[in-house]
């Protein structure tokens, strides 16, 4: 009998290892979309004129055997309208379940006609006049939802800013259309700093004005974002005539800014929207921004109580491929699926065909808290119960690397004190992960990696609490206020926030850039005076990360992270034409009197906080 037992045991673990890895494979794949209800016809090419004449290619997919009025979704995009034709794209999906769907080449690119300039406010009356032609179609049913992810989310917030009256729903993933934030261009500008990776990447092979688009020499990104001047790379090594060089030279006081169509304070909004984002996309405090807007100044009450939003922790329209278990970047997380596909029908079910199925009784906020790891419903951002609390910058003066003197504590600093690095622009501290997108062939991946290496670096100051005897939650904005002074006229400072897991890997959650210059504000220069302190507030976006207890929360200052930011040349020049960078002799102080400090979103503990 032991024989026997013996034997189908190891029959057993054979099978088991055979059925794993096809076990695995299929636990780990996304939540898929739904099955096709219909078949789906496609009418390629459709000329729709804008209110100017141009005419913009549209292809339409009609859902084959309904025989009452469709709803419609509308996708309009500047990536080519025929990569959505193939199976397993939203169109058919959308098509499959009953709905009209268009996806239109925006102005000026691929099929449709006239010319392109990066969201630009034209988007808006093109959207606008899109949808007047679709509600007016026999086969509409007058209701217009409006989908897609990055820039086709963007001009769906400005399109919503018209306000149309047929414009009935709305899903906007990760677009960056806020101009209230500090953030402009596409995302491509960061409080006066380019996002020179980012930026590069995404002109050279999705921005051009001409069609078709010249062929592109190959070329080693990481070398190419290393030449100078900045202004000049594009022309370069090789691309198409775009809006890279505005993008990358004009300064903020520039009225070119003004036709890009960024939404503002003070736009106006009418439409339910259903906000979608991620901890590791560039941009999550537009987005965040705008839903808060969108809110605040609704013309209805309708508008006002239907925003709702939803925070995964992938990156740049990654969300709905996340698998379990879900690893964002090196650091493993638990199930961070989500039924996107399920939700998405559901808000346009309701909104768009009229059909009451509760989607509107869910959490106004659905978010991801990583370290936690599981998704949570809330009622707002930022969460009412937020303590915003002030971590001090501390230390005896020698903070560089990790294996530095600084410290970072909820208590005040009680002497005089300040750490010191040389920021070489030619020697730049590196990126490693975080919220990259659009890199071209660049071999870097957004998401969370350890920083351990970087840490090692003197050009890096390292402030960490000791190991926590119980567990932080930070779920909200981040910013670090710091008190600096250089031996430049202008320079950048950069922050960035680790945890600290008890092995010693450092897992970045969130960081930001503050150009010195603009300290004052965007539209204003002011240089610094060699030696003097000044107040230098620095954005780190947003996040929700649990510091489990027996982590460490810590704080990473430099002045650069290239090269997903453009490297500040030190000189008080105007950067993007200059060829020549000089050292900068940078300085962080923490005392009484200039009491530098990261401020986190603390959420207050709960039962679980306690491992």
Not at 340 to 346: D, F, K, P, T, V
Not at 374 to 401: C, I, K, Q, V
Request: charged share 25%; glycine share 10%.
């Amino acid at each position: 009998m032991a024989l026997i037992a013996l034997v189908a045991i190891a029959v057993l673990a054979a099978l088991a290892l055979l059925l794993a890895p096809r076990l695995i494979r299929r636990v780990r794949r996304p939540v898929p979309m739904p099955e096709a209800r219909y078949a789906v016809r496609l009418e390629k090419d459709r000329r729709v004129a804008m209110r100017d004449g141009v005419e913009l290619s549209t292809d339409l997919y009609l859902p084959e055997g309904v025989d009452t009025p469709l709803p419609v979704v509308l996708m309009r995009t500047p990536y080519d309208k025929s990569r959505q034709r193939a199976e397993g794209r939203p169109p058919r999906m959308f098509a499959g379940q009953g709905y009209a769907v268009a996806v239109q080449d925006v102005r000026g690119r691929y099929a449709s006609d006239g010319e392109f300039r990066v969201s630009s406010a034209q988007e808006g009356p093109d959207g606008y006049d899109t949808v007047t032609w679709l509600a007016a179609q026999p086969w509409s049913n007058g209701r217009v939802g409006t989908f897609g992810c990055s820039y086709l989310g963007e001009v769906q917030y400005i399109l919503a800013a018209l306000r149309h009256p047929n414009h009935a729903a709305a899903i906007p993933q990760s677009g960056c259309a806020w101009g209230g934030s500090g953030v402009s261009a596409f995302g491509f500008r960061r409080y006066g700093v380019l996002e020179l990776a980012g930026a590069f990447g995404w002109f050279r092979t999705n921005g051009s004005k001409v069609f078709p688009v010249p062929p592109l020499p190959p070329i080693d990104y990481a070398r190419a974002l290393h030449e100078l001047p900045v202004g000049d790379l594009l022309r370069t090594y090789g691309g198409p005539p775009s809006d890279f060089e505005d993008i990358a030279t004009r300064p903020a006081s520039d009225p070119f800014w003004d036709y890009l169509g960024d939404v503002t304070p003070e736009d106006r909004f009418d439409v339910p929207a259903l906000h979608v984002n991620s901890w590791y996309d560039p941009t999550p405090r537009s987005t965040l921004a705008l839903f808060n807007a969108m809110r605040r100044n609704a013309e209805s009450e309708r508008g006002r109580d239907n925003q709702f939003l939803l925070m995964s922790p992938s990156g740049h329209c990654e969300s709905e491929q996340l698998k379990w278990p879900t690893r964002v970047g090196r650091r493993w997380l638990g199930d961070a699926r989500f039924d996107y596909w399920g939700l998405y029908l559901r808000w346009f079910d309701h909104w768009l065909k009229g059909i009451d199925n509760g989607v509107t009784d869910e959490p106004r906020v659905r978010l991801y808290v990583m370290g936690r790891d599981e998704w949570r419903g809330e009622s707002e951002w930022p969460l009412a119960r937020t303590r915003f609390t002030p971590y001090y910058l501390n230390g005896d003066g020698r903070a560089n690397t990790r294996d530095g003197d600084g410290t970072l504590a909820i208590t005040t600093p009680t002497s005089e004190g300040a750490d010191e690095f040389v920021y070489d622009p030619y020697e730049p501290v590196p990126t490693r992960g975080g919220t990259l997108c659009c890199v071209g062939g660049l071999d870097a991946d957004p998401g969370a990696f350890d920083q351990s290496e970087i840490e090692r670096r003197e050009d890096v100051l390292v402030y960490s609490t000791p190991p926590l005897s119980e567990g932080v939650e930070v779920t909200g904005p981040v910013e670090a206020l710091l008190y600096v002074s250089s031996s430049a006229p202008d320079t950048d400072f950069t922050a960035k926030l680790v945890d600290v897991y008890p092995d010693g890997r450092a897992f970045n959650i969130q960081e930001g850039i503050a150009r010195a210059r603009y300290r004052e504000g965007q539209d204003e220069e002011v240089w610094m005076t060699p030696g003097e302190i000044y107040e230098l507030r620095v954005d780190l976006e947003a996040t929700s990360n649990f510091f489990a207890a027996g982590h460490r929360i810590r704080l990473e200052i430099s002045s650069s992270s290239f090269p997903r930011w453009e490297r500040n040349l030190n000189t008080g020049g105007r950067n993007h034409d200059e060829t020549h960078g000089v050292p900068a002799r940078n300085r962080v102080h923490h005392s009484p009197r200039y009491p530098s400090h990261l401020v986190l979103p603390v959420i207050p503990s709960g039962p679980t906080d306690r491992r």
